[in-house]
């Protein structure tokens, strides 16, 4: 660890850096560019209010149930700069852009280097296996689909 803490002083990154390159930044820092994209996953993705599902449920629930929901209805949860709960990070609160995306920090500081994002064309059904497992599809009959009605 500490040689590649080394190597990236050496090279000019720091930990700040690139913790600040992987930050979220929520689905409304996206509609500034991406009006259209932004206002079809606000009206047609099940994903825009996925929050709602767990708010509803959460006093029924575990701690850990509560997590394990979180993982796939939230932003970037357990991830550095991810959501944390509905009081702290409200705006990473709904399964956002950057759940297929990925953290768009780095993107928007750039003024849209499509580099620093994982683009339309790059992303994959496989992509979406981490949430819609072949276990929760039985349970829950949510299918991924590619581009979720957001585009």
Not at 78 to 101: N, Q, R, Y
Not at 105 to 125: E, M, N
């Amino acid at each position: 660890m500490r040689w590649v803490l080394l190597g990236l002083v050496l090279v000019g990154l720091t930990l700040p850096a690139l913790a600040q390159e992987n930050r979220y930044v929520g689905s409304q820092a996206c509609a500034d560019c991406h009006e259209a994209q932004y206002a079809s996953y606000k009206a047609n993705s099940k994903k825009a209010h996925s929050s709602r599902t767990v708010q509803q449920m959460a006093s029924d629930l575990t701690e850990e149930e509560l997590k394990s929901c979180f993982a796939c209805h939230a932003t970037g949860y357990g991830s550095p700069g991810g959501f944390v709960s509905f009081e702290k990070t409200p705006d990473l609160a709904d399964a956002g852009c950057e759940v297929c995306h990925g953290p768009g920090g780095a993107h928007v500081d750039s003024g849209g280097d499509t580099s620093l994002i994982k683009g339309r064309g790059a992303i994959r059904v496989e992509d979406c296996m981490g949430c819609h497992t072949p276990e929760r599809v039985r349970a829950f009959g949510f299918k991924p689909t590619l581009y979720s009605g957001g585009h």
